[in-house]
């Protein structure tokens, strides 16, 4: 089983606060994903990094931000959530033969 | 940009039936990999293809990438209630990106 992992796992907060999801993983992988997913629905890339202190955008807009400050730790923050932002939101990380790992996901409710 | 389109979207089966999901591109791809999504779950992965023609068997599970590159196949043997779920497939760009396809998803009625 992979090695990666999302807090909050459930997240209901207002709109208009600041937010920051984490994810962290343990396998030393340079690539790393954030997907915005609605429930039975295709995964949109919103942000991607390659390695430390690289970080670009997905295919997705997307009124968030990510850092890589650190290989293991790969943070997405939201600074002013709308109910559009509702959704599940998955980090990934990728290994050199480019399989995909995921993390249990963070399900996020904008009031 | 490069897309796959997935058909069907959703696949009714009473189980020990088979089920087949299709990948489709209009552009040749380098590799295509398969993914399953149990409900409430997160991706999990289960193959990757990058020859021409290629088939793989896992279990009941039988993986093609077709002889032109753009077009995959998943075909489940004598489906079980823990089949289900919704099967993406996807494709990795030379950017390092993952482009996923919109999902077959599977229900097994016993």
């Known amino acids: 089983e992979a090695d990666i992992y999302q807090t909050p796992r459930y997240l209901v907060i207002g709109t208009g606060k600041k937010i920051t999801l984490e994810c962290s993983q343990t396998m030393g992988h340079d690539k790393m994903y954030w997907y915005q997913q609605d429930p039975g629905m295709e995964l949109h890339l919103i942000h991607y990094s390659y390695g430390v202190n690289s970080t670009e955008k997905g295919d997705l807009s997307s009124e968030s931000t990510v850092s890589r400050i650190r290989t293991e730790h790969f943070p997405l923050t939201l600074e002013s959530a709308r109910p559009s932002h509702t959704s599940q939101y998955l980090c990934?990380?990728?290994?050199?033969?480019?399989?995909?790992?995921f993390g249990p996901g963070t399900r996020l409710t904008v009031t | 940009g490069q897309q796959v389109m997935q058909i069907p979207q959703y696949q009714h089966v009473q189980e020990g039936e088979d089920f087949t999901t299709y990948c489709n591109s209009s552009?040749?791809?380098?590799?295509i990999q398969w993914y399953k999504q149990r409900p409430g779950g997160h991706p999990v992965f289960l193959i990757q293809?990058?020859?021409?023609?290629e088939v793989k068997k896992q279990k009941r599970l039988t993986f093609q990438f077709g002889e032109a590159k753009k077009n995959s196949s998943l075909h489940i043997t004598a489906t079980q209630t823990t089949d289900v779920g919704t099967y993406f497939c996807?494709?990795?760009?030379?950017?390092?990106?993952?482009?996923f396809g919109d999902g077959t998803t599977l229900t097994v009625k016993p």
């Open positions: 552009t040749t791809l380098s590799n």
């Open positions: 996807a494709y990795n760009t030379n950017a390092g990106k993952s482009t």
């Open positions: 990934a990380t990728k290994d050199r033969a480019n399989e995909q790992y």
């Open positions: 293809l990058v020859k021409s023609g």
